[in-house]
């Protein structure tokens, strides 16, 4: 028997996020810089070695993949390398396949993806306005990304909605995105602004909106009933009693989630970052090109989550943002 990943805190690493691509057909504002400067393909993992990283981890107890970005589905050839994860979902050492999207692609990859065992992927949605939508994403077009949305449930998904909180921005449509989520049968969950990217710490203070605050408007409305469900990830859920929907709630600066932490993070660079809100990170590019033998690549994944930290250093607090990360959501992957 191969011995899990454990830290130096005994949590055990059985997910892995999987940033494919630093490239995305939108450029939302709390992701990345409107005139974004890409990493040289060259310096990319190509879809085969991320195949073998990512078998590697498998390996090693990792029992679920999220494919990220960027937008992981404009990566050139991208199905191929779903297809070639599937073998690990039929042998039954993964456990789960999936990813989170922009939605821009799904209407014509959704069928693809269920085919090679992708039961349900996240899609982030913030506003149901299109000016709005037009106006965070820069780039995107609301009408496509609910086609497909769309596409994905005809093709047997379940859609969860991931909606970024921005504080002046999407407040009035708090229950505007659960009425919609609750009438399409898609779970919601709010996420908190991070601080990360180049933006000024004033403009990540202005964007900010506290999901405790978010939960207590909420609440007017709604009877919520706590769950014990996980779905692997930082999440914390309700479900409305009323509706019978689920909500969840991602709060790394209000409630801080890393005691049960158990994922990592591979960039499409072959960076390993053990936390999202810090700047440690191990070179897994180097040991996986230099060895055609695996033995190398999986002892410099034990380094690394033996160098996991505890926790993360984001904070909000007294106005002002400590623990800022320079580094664009979307290069670690999103």
Not at 131 to 155: C, H, M, N, S, Y
Not at 276 to 304: F, K, M, V, W, Y
Request: hydrophobic share 40%; with cysteine.
């Amino acid at each position: 028997m191969t011995p899990p990943l454990v830290d130096p805190f005994a949590r055990a690493v059985s997910y892995l996020r999987v940033s494919v691509t630093d490239r995305c057909d939108f450029r939302c504002t709390y992701c990345m810089s409107e005139h974004m400067t890409f990493l040289p393909k060259a310096d990319l993992l190509t879809l085969e070695e991320l195949d073998r990283l990512c078998s590697a981890f498998v390996r090693l107890g990792v029992q679920k993949l999220r494919i990220t970005g960027g937008e992981p589905l404009v990566r050139r050839g991208i199905m191929t390398f779903f297809r070639a994860m599937s073998r690990h979902l039929d042998s039954g050492a993964l456990k789960e396949l999936t990813l989170t999207t922009n939605g821009s692609q799904l209407g014509k990859f959704a069928g693809e993806l269920a085919a090679c065992g992708v039961r349900r992927v996240n899609v982030s949605l913030d506003t149901l306005d299109p000016a709005k939508f037009a106006e965070v994403t820069r780039w995107g077009r609301l009408p496509q990304v609910l086609d497909g949305i769309a596409a994905a449930r005809a093709a047997g998904l379940a859609v969860k909605i991931n909606a970024v909180a921005l504080k002046g921005f999407n407040e009035d449509e708090l229950f505007p995105l659960v009425d919609w989520c609750g009438r399409e049968g898609h779970d919601l969950t709010f996420i908190e602004v991070m601080p990360m990217g180049e933006m000024g710490n004033d403009y990540r203070i202005d964007q900010y909106w506290s999901l405790k605050d978010l939960r207590a408007r909420l609440a007017d409305r709604f009877a919520l009933i706590d769950l014990a469900d996980r779905t692997g990830g930082p999440a914390r859920y309700v479900r409305l009693a009323e509706t019978g929907q689920r909500v969840g709630f991602i709060t790394p600066l209000t409630h801080n989630f890393c005691e049960s932490c158990n994922r990592v993070r591979l960039t499409c660079t072959g960076e390993l970052f053990m936390c999202l809100g810090q700047e440690d990170r191990a070179d897994l590019r180097r040991p996986l090109r230099t060895s055609s033998d695996d033995t190398a690549l999986e002892s410099a994944i034990r380094d690394a989550i033996a160098k996991k930290p505890k926790g993360h250093d984001f904070d909000y607090s007294r106005q002002t943002v400590t623990g800022q990360m320079s580094r664009h959501m979307s290069h670690t992957g999103g």
